[in-house]
């Protein structure tokens, strides 16, 4: 098997050049995907390519990431409706430098036989005139060509219309694959669906001015079968980074994959074998409510971009919020599981003695409007404190209620939370 049998049974070779099987059938190549370095982390809509690097890798082809730190200050018009807000050297800089540290969980820079490589086209894009770029690049492109890009088209007929700056990405990018195909041999191409007009551009690129033959591949765009954007939440985009969105919540993301999407999504998110993926496929349409295709889906991006400790964490934490008894939790679980959940800080002097009334610390959460509010939901058994229903308007909260003397979690019904946290 090659790696398009590999991508074909994963149903990911979405288009390839004319020849490209014969190529992969018998070369080692050289490959490259370009990623936007528009923010500090790459998100999970960037996951799908940067796997395909990792099967290229797996198979015996040399990868290389392409950070496109001089494209990035224009933006690539593709797929996207509005120009892009333009990026600062500095901001493409420091943002390059975080998509690198996230690569190495996936690709491996090291190796000896064909180790992965990270360039950034702004080492040649910043150095050249645009005399120079249109002499040599420009003069190889018609206009009519250009235009006849479904990714201009589309915006060309939209009310903002598309810039020139924008216009010219396209020969960027192909002057980008003539480079890493004369600094590195780079033979092949890869990127999602929507750049395959890019793609083209630059094979014919190489043609015109080498007269070499070389090779484009895309991979589909990711779409979920509930017709939601795939990487949204309600919270926003699912980031790599820990800092942008935790490992609990990076976790739940997968957790919660719809039952149609969770099989095609083990086969193009894994490195798990047919056979591997074919009993969990199995277990999955015998018994889709044990959710097996999910958790072991979630359990190994987490593992990947997080790490085996960060995913222990969020299973913990998961069975916190899914039925565990909060007071044996531990509370930095506790506090991930429940980040976006207002919090108030409270005096541990408060609990002293008698301790502070479950109305009161209702009150103070802003979970009530009032003590009179308070009795009335403490009456008819809605309010808890941690997991334990508060049975009377007197009901006290001492220190010994706190969780790990850090926090306590108050909630009224079935979901609106506040984390009370004790400080001295």
């Known amino acids: 098997m090659n790696v398009l049998d590999e991508l074909r049974w994963r149903s990911l070779l979405y288009d390839r050049t004319e020849g490209l099987d014969r190529v992969l059938a018998t070369d080692a ?17 960037s996951l799908l390519p940067i796997m395909g690097l990792a099967r290229l890798q797996r198979f015996g082809h040399t990868p290389i990431v392409l950070v496109g730190g001089g494209t990035g200050l ?4 593709s797929g996207k409706a509005n120009e892009r807000a333009l990026l600062t050297v500095d901001q493409v800089e420091a943002n390059a430098d975080g998509i690198h540290r996230q690569l190495e969980r996936f690709l491996d820079f090291a190796s000896a036989s064909n180790p992965a490589r990270m360039v950034n086209n702004a080492d040649w894009l910043r150095q050249m005139s645009l005399l120079e770029f249109l002499r040599d690049t420009g003069k190889h492109f018609t206009v009519n060509s250009m235009m006849a890009k479904d990714s201009v088209k589309r915006r060309l007929g939209s009310e903002d219309g598309l810039s020139f700056t924008e216009f010219s990405y396209q020969l960027l990018q192909a002057y980008d694959y003539l480079v890493l195909h004369d600094r590195f041999g780079c033979r092949l191409q890869a990127g999602g669906s929507d750049q395959w007009g890019n793609v083209v551009a630059g094979c014919d690129l190489i043609r015109r001015v080498r007269g070499a033959k070389v090779h484009g591949l895309v991979l589909p765009l990711v779409t979920t079968s509930a017709g939601t954007k795939f990487g949204k939440t309600e919270a926003g985009t699912v980031w790599l980074d820990a800092a942008r969105t935790s490992p609990f919540r990076f976790y739940q993301f997968w957790l919660n994959t719809d039952d149609r999407d969770a099989v095609k999504f083990l086969k193009w998110f894994t490195l798990l074998t047919e056979p591997e993926i074919g009993a969990i496929a199995w277990m999955h349409e015998v018994a889709p409510q044990k959710r097996d295709a999910q958790r072991e889906l979630a359990r190994i991006i987490t593992r990947t971009v997080h790490g085996e400790g960060e995913l222990a964490r969020a299973e913990r934490a998961s069975a916190v919020l899914f039925g565990g008894k909060l007071a044996d939790a531990d509370p930095a679980d506790i506090l991930m599981v429940f980040d976006d959940v207002p919090s108030i800080e409270l005096p541990a002097t408060e609990l002293d003695g008698e301790g502070l009334s479950a109305a009161e610390a209702a009150l103070r959460a802003s979970l009530v ?5 308070a009795a009335r939901l403490i009456k008819q058994g809605g309010l808890y404190v941690n997991d334990r229903r508060a049975t009377e308007a007197e009901n006290r909260i001492t220190r ?14 079935q979901r609106e939370r506040r984390v009370l946290r004790l400080v001295s």
């Open 29 to 45: 190549v050289t490959a490259y995907i370009g990623f936007d370095p528009t923010a500090s982390s790459l998100h999970v809509g």
């Open 74 to 77: 224009i933006g690539d018009p």
């Open 369 to 373: 409007t009032s003590k009179g509010e």
């Open 400 to 413: 010994a209620d706190i969780i790990g003397g850090r926090v306590l979690v108050l909630r009224k019904g």
